[in-house]
């Protein structure tokens, strides 16, 4: 399936090469407004051309063929669709016959026998991230006018390490300066080291990984549930669906692995007001599956770009044997730097997929300051 | 939902002092016996009751309902049940006025309105991991009889590390030797590092993390798909239902956000009878989505157990205000060690789901030795 | 899968002579009393033992295994058991060989490769509606609550027919009155009608079909949606999950064909209190996948009970050719009277999952007197 | 929802007066060709402007923007879209205050808050269901190339009534010969009176409703299965999807309600060459929700058409009160003709996907002659 959410459902179509990529979102709430403007700048983080990104030119303006009217959801599945134009598919030809070192095409081609397109890595292209940008955005605006924010950074390009978030909560102008820089990093300095990363990587003919870190706030007490149902779980479901993503962690994540329950667990507290909450967050704002009211916040890995400049090895399917492969054509030499806006949005899309689950306890159920306790 | 999988449908419901817990599986192959003695010897490694776990005396026997017949699936419904004897009610009342820190109580009290059960964390407790160890159990048990198997061992407690398993295999001899200590180490060294990091935790009235690395070999190329149908999203997706998993990573993981292309990439290459597979394995078994037909290998995090014997601070919902909680009771001081058994059987149904999808080419389907590129 | 619903997860399992059957719900509102002896009033008007049904008794006592506390929803799924006592496998040994006419019994065969449980007709058994009503009964506890009330009678037994409710809203103490008979249609002299109807099948060693008419009260308006949305698919999915359902009508039904519009159509009107309302309901309350706030109303046909005490032609599967079969055993000559509770229950549980849908418009938009209507 | 299937995702988006309507199928199998000459004349024969039908100029010309390579599906989500052009918005401005009796104008308008779009009954409009023709065409031609074929014919308009077809299987050159004709009944004779209904209708500004009769042949033996899984359920949710369709029968139907078991039970026989099949096909080739081998057969109802153009009360939501209201425009008469080909379609996609379900016994597991029977 290209469909995700159990409310909220986003489906992603398109190949790298077809006529266009696009997505339907059904079970937008009537009544949203879409701010095309905004949108834009969303997918215009995401897009190519920058210094640092591929060359490829991509015009990205999506067409909302429904969903709207006047510029306002309707109720009505929404679809977007970006045409795709600048395709060179002779680029590919041979990689058709020579499998890319890790890459999706040998094993798509023994998946779909042999019968899917492979222009451009068709269905596994990156380019599907751009109708993702669409759906996500479309959700974040939702979010936003009910408090609820988005936000990532490149936590890491190669060795170049920006700080981590605040994850009691991060300074509005130091996200706002993020979008800024050529490389979504909380400062200057981090975002300098990270291009610096990124050029050597291309100066080499390589490429090279990195990390985002993902930041939801103003998020309700008890969004998610158990077992399955855990916003965590659906959370990371979905990362994984981003090309490249090759591990996501939540708050402490695999440092909690080296930690003791006395360094980890976060103590209940009363703020200000005399609210519940939390005084530390180690827990990335998830426990039990379930939000805790302080920012959510997970990382995920992505691995470098696998298509390099450089000869590989791989396998010739036309003519057995072994082979070398010189992949040619623009490639990124990081998806790190465009990833941030695509994890942000399906981000956006779990999050409000989340809010729109039926609820646990009927509205006209009286609420109980005490949870029960039977006798015996 | 406790439901996983799209053509296996596994429930999980129960709560830690209810009746029972409890597993539905539907969409299990008919035909498919079941073996009963091997299914006591998993879950015997999920029990607490060693030196290393709880006291708690969980019988774990499961009564199989329905869905068998004569020991072999009938192709409807296999429900198991396990009663909840050992449970001690009275325990708990102190932390149904004070929510344990880091636990789902507080959360849970928001989203159930004070309407759940918080004896011994209702359905959130790591109880409800028994059924799903049945439900693996089941799943492995078909499985290997085509050749799928799925081991894990303990990668790390606290400083504590064993070895990571071969990427290209790891030897049966070895897997055969880690189920027969106290911790399923790959050595007996590394096993009893760990033992004495759990025991320092427990001398401490403190607890202590860990990661599991899960391996799954002899699957077939091709398996999952593109975007929302990889199975690293969906094998994420289920392991973050399983309690005190914070994070998970395929392959070099968070390793890859370090490296360059050169080195991340495995090369396709032909083995001795001229099959494709790739001359290393630091994708993990997964690229775009699909199996490699390397083994499939991932790491999880798991945080030390919440429950700690220090005093903690936390609210009081009976009086307002903050409150000192003492966690009284039985627990585990490492989750990790019973965490491997749990993560084989809900790596086991999500494998198992995944071969029942439709297949992506009809078997009266010609295949194609080369992939199409059209002219132009 | 034995799953239905969306927001509300309820999975049926069991065989008519393994251990048990049961169910589970999941998503359950929490904060929810269950009212056991109204549950086991619906039981019993489901349960054989009356003149006109079946001889074989089941005690049909449910145990709830968890999801409650104290008699209340806790959130978690709630799974409830019903153990099969007085089952006789013997009886059923030549029904193996010897495919019954017009069961399942040759088609799960062929579906299951034979290793389907074939005693009592297995995961295909009326047996299997026992759980359904508890899951049904105690979603009708829920709507009844927020004054939704589910009602059917008999509406027909071969020739014998009763009147139909009154589509603007049937009489309390008629429907009440229903329960009191033997066959619950809306007159004494109906259901004696109707009762004369099986007692003649039951001396001719045959079965005879019906109808049952199904009316839901107090729904709000615009429940259900368009396309695949629709209320009226939802429910007609439900109900064939019903042994022995083959036809479903909802209002006017098969009638409308032979109708003009100016027949059919349902004039928005105004109520006394200047609410809009329609001025008839031959629509059944639900116009475009939506309901209309009239009550919900449609008409299921039920085949006669397969099982006749008659001789019947069929195939032998051990011998192969053709071969008689004489059917034994206790057999309901019509299965219209019990599956009156069981359409209810399903109604129940499909209304109470579209009442949990996320909403169409979120609670803090503002809603429009006036649609929309854009220039030009 | 307005997505079906559930291994073939069929997701139908678009509003009548939207820029565009369209369908993504995904889980479609790749190495499948898709005539686009055949597509067209499914369209054709949905599509208005036939003197019988509404004059709106519709060109349905659907672009295929991805799935396909070469005219051959690649396993990626497929995409058509057909563009709105004919559109007189101004037509509708009424109803945007009036709401159409019988039409789907008022429960939108509580739904979605008055936030839906209104234009030629947006969403609700059966427009949609071009693309539902494109879908259900290419599952067609897929099924066509495995044997089974799906084809629907008139049974009746209004007081005029074809013959069914025969239920064993109908004559194929009666089949072709239908689709010649203005109204796809089996004979000139029927088409010519239905024609004469229509023609009645339409000359008193009126419309008038009807029956199709679907009918699949070529399906293999053990479709669907028990429960919520049957293949008469799921038809049923699919055809109550399609607008103005108001119940659903399968074979004898409502007519099983009035006869006895020994008139309505298929005896289980031999053909010629010894295999297992029904003596008759009372049943419409559906027993326990599986199929029988014998050909699926299923009639719906439709409504006649709403929009009419006599004078119709309703209220009027700008000024309170009630109000006349005259429907202007251009519509069917009636529904049933256009409708064939769109319950042919839903139908092919139903039984596509039910093929696609996961194996009830895994290929490589030994099929058993005789079904078990345990002693005891």
Redesign the interface.
Known sequence: ????G????V?????SH?????V?I??L????AVDAAELARLLARRAPGGKLATQRREADEP????????G????????A?IRNGDAK?RD??ES??K?R???????????????????GG???SAR?TAPLCVAGGIAMQ?LAR?GILVAAHVR?I??AEDRPMNPMGEDDAVLAARLTRPVAALSDEAAERMAAEVEA?RK?A??????VECMVTGL????G??????I???I??????V?G??????????????????????????DEA?A?T??ANR??GV???????LPLIFTC????????G?P????S??E???AELRIRGRHDPSIVIRAVPVLEAVTALTVLDAL???????P???????????E?
């Not at 070192?101 to 222009?119: E, K, L, N, T």
């Open positions: 399936m290209s469909t995700i159990r409310n909220l459902h489906s992603v179509f398109g190949q077809a006529a266009a990529v696009g339907t059904d079970g709430p009537a009544g949203e067409e909302i063929l429904c969903g709207l009217l006047d306002v959801t309707c109720g009505a599945p929404l679809t669709v598919s590919y030809r058709a016959e499998p070192p890790s890459h999706a095409d040998w094993p798509a081609h023994v998946r779909y026998g042999g019968w899917q397109d492979v222009r068709g269905v596994f599907l939702i009910r890491s190669g060795a990587a080499a390589d490429s090279v990984g990195g990390t309700p007490v008890g969004l549930g158990p077992l399955f149902d855990g965590d779980g659906r990371a479901y979905t990362v994984f669906g090309p993503v090759k591990g996501v962690e939540f708050g402490a994540g695999f440092e909690a692995a080296r930690m003791r329950g006395s360094e980890m667990n976060d103590p209940w507290c009363r005399g519940v939390a005084a827990a990335g426990v039990g599956g379930m939000t805790t009211g890995a992505l691995k470098p770009t696998p298509s390099i450089q590989q090895r791989t396998v399917l036309a057995g044997g072994e729109l689950d039926a609820p646990a306890v009927l006209d159920t009286p609420r109980r300051d005490l949870p029960r306790v039977p015996g």
